[in-house]
Structure formats: structure tokens, C-alpha cells
């Protein structure tokens, strides 16, 4: 398969609305969270939202996760970042904590829910399970696609999008998730942190591709995409 019809194919377009989706969800989660505690900041520049036009960034949103798609690689990408101001939090470090850590958590429930729909397809319809193997093995769509058949889809790309994005998101690397989860733990951390994080945009660059060309981040997560193989094909 060339690059160009890579890109237009449906694991493609499947990719990116996952992708798109479990960004906004991902955004608007801290984005809640910081309300909730204090900081309405983030609320007032309209963020508190799942309209995905009010977080995407040109970059993180559309250009890197079509040009990763163009060499081979899985669909990646992040959004805008949600502008947080610590003044406005009743303990800044203690809830920041819980600020970074609601992203990850948002895209945790949705792979969550979307793994037990699919389980729930399984026991109602085993064939929309095979049809699904046959798809992640072929490359392709096969005879007999109907409306179950596509919500498997959807729902798979939901788990796998989601679960990149959750694990990713909680290594300690500025300006990652993790990285705030951990100042929120550590003093130390965070004044490291602090020191770095004018670079945040650099170092998170090189992680993505560090961890995506290494396989670093397949091999995290492999075990969990394992186990719900076993949950999903075993019949």
C-alpha cells in the first residue's frame, strides 16, 4: 500500500476520528477539572466543551497525525493546551495534580466503555467479532458489513486511540500529563519541571517520535491491547 492510499484509506479515517474524538474529550476533561477547582479560566476561552473546533490545533490536531499516517505510523497528535492559572486554585499543587490527571482518566473510561460495548456486540452478535479479525487482518472491508459490523469498528479504534493517548499522556515528560501528575507528588519534581518547561514543546516533540520510531510506547502497551484480544476473539 503506497503512502497516498494509506492515507485515504479507512484505518485512516477511522484513526483520525478517534483521534479527534478522544482529543476533545482528553481537553475538555482538564479543562473541567480546573473549573471545578477553582480556576475559570479555561471555562472563559470556551474549552469546557466537546465541540472539537474549540481545541484543535493546526499542527498537534491535523498536520503531524497526517504526516505520521504518510510514513507508516499510527495517527497521532495532541490539541491546544488548556491555559490554566494556579492563583486561582484553593491548593495549586494538590489540584493541579488532579487537573493533569483528568485527561488521561477521560480517555481511560472511553477505551473502558467502548471495550464493554463491544463485548456486548460480541454476546449479541459473535460473527461482528469475526468480521473484525478479518478486517485487522486483511486490511480491508469483507462480505456481510452491516450496522454492527461498522459500530465494532468504531469502537475498536476507540479502544486502541484512547489507550495510546492515556498511556502516553501519563509518562513524566513535560509538557506531558504525567509530568504534572508527579510535580503534583513531589516538590523536587516540580521544581525540576519548572526548569524545563520553557523547552516543554521540543521534549514532547522528540518523545512522540522517540517512542513511536523506537516502538517504546507498542511495547507499554502491549500487554493491555493483549488482554483485550483475549476478551474480544475468544470464543
Known amino acids: ?24 474529550v482528553h481537553e475538555a476533561s482538564h479543562a473541567w477539572t480546573a473549573m471545578k477547582f477553582g480556576d475559570p479560566t479555561a471555562q472563559a476561552m470556551g474549552r469546557v466543551s466537546l465541540n ?13 497525525p497526517l504526516m505520521l499516517r504518510l510514513m507508516g505510523a499510527p495517527a497521532f497528535g495532541w490539541a491546544k493546551p488548556v491555559m490554566i492559572n494556579p492563583r486561582n486554585l484553593r491548593h495549586p499543587r494538590r489540584d493541579n495534580l488532579w487537573i493533569s490527571f483528568a485527561g488521561p482518566a477521560a480517555n481511560i473510561s472511553v477505551a473502558a ?54 498511556v502516553f499522556n501519563l509518562i513524566p515528560v513535560p509538557p506531558l500529563d ?16 519548572d526548569t524545563v518547561r520553557p523547552y516543554s514543546f521540543f521534549i514532547g516533540l522528540f518523545v512522540i517520535v522517540a517512542l513511536i520510531r523506537l516502538g517504546i510506547l507498542d511495547r507499554i502497551v502491549g500487554p493491555i491491547f493483549s488482554l483485550i484480544g483475549k476478551l474480544l476473539f475468544t470464543f
Not at 6 to 14: Q, Y
Not at 52 to 64: E, K, N, R, Y
Open 178 to 193: 504525567g509530568s504534572g501528575v508527579l510535580s503534583g507528588l513531589s516538590s523536587k519534581a516540580a521544581a525540576v519541571y
Open 1 to 24: 500500500m503506497t503512502a497516498l492510499s494509506s492515507l485515504f484509506s479507512l484505518e485512516t479515517v477511522l484513526s483520525l476520528f478517534a483521534l479527534l474524538f478522544a482529543i476533545t
Open 52 to 64: 472539537p473546533l474549540a481545541h484543535i490545533d493546526p499542527f498537534g490536531t491535523v498536520l503531524l
Open 113 to 166: 466503555v467502548s471495550l464493554v460495548l463491544m463485548l456486548l456486540v460480541k454476546a449479541v452478535s459473535p460473527r461482528a467479532m469475526v468480521f473484525l479479525a478479518a478486517f485487522l487482518g486483511q486490511h480491508q472491508l469483507t462480505t456481510g458489513f452491516g450496522p454492527l459490523e461498522g459500530l465494532v469498528l468504531v469502537l475498536f479504534y476507540f479502544v486502541l486511540v484512547n489507550t495510546y493517548l492515556a
